[in-house]
């Protein structure tokens, strides 16, 4: 069973950068699409960016811009660049498989709190 594992949390300023990193215990290039999500306080789980197996990415308007997915074949791992962050970008960081239903597995998730 593959798993994700996330990492590189933490509290950042407003304007400030962060790179979160999910290590994928099986191959990265066996899920078709891969993906960050996030979810708030009081807040349903949203989809924020995936990346096709092809080499697109795609991402959610409200962060469109300011953040950026890639993904490191050799290292089974993927990463989500946010620059320029927000009050509003605080949650609790995930990712996992995307492009369709949501996922029935979820891990621990890394935090991230953007506040002065």
């Known amino acids: 069973q593959v798993q994700f594992v996330e990492s590189g949390g933490g509290l950042v300023q407003p304007g400030g950068s962060l790179t979160l990193v999910c290590a994928v215990s099986?191959?990265?290039?066996?899920?078709?699409?891969i993906g960050w999500y996030r979810q708030a306080p009081g807040k349903q789980r949203e989809l924020v960016g995936s990346?096709?197996?092809?080499?697109?990415?795609s991402y959610t308007d409200s962060v469109k811009g300011r953040f950026t997915i890639s993904r490191d074949i050799a290292k089974n791992t993927l990463y989500l660049r946010m620059d320029s962050l927000k009050p509003e970008d605080t949650a609790v960081y995930y990712c996992?498989?995307?492009?369709?239903?949501?996922?029935?597995?979820w891990g621990q998730g890394t935090q991230v709190t953007v506040s002065s």
């Open positions: 099986g191959r990265i290039l066996s899920i078709g699409v």
């Open positions: 996992n498989r995307a492009g369709g239903r949501l996922p029935d597995y």
């Open positions: 990346f096709i197996n092809g080499g697109s990415a």
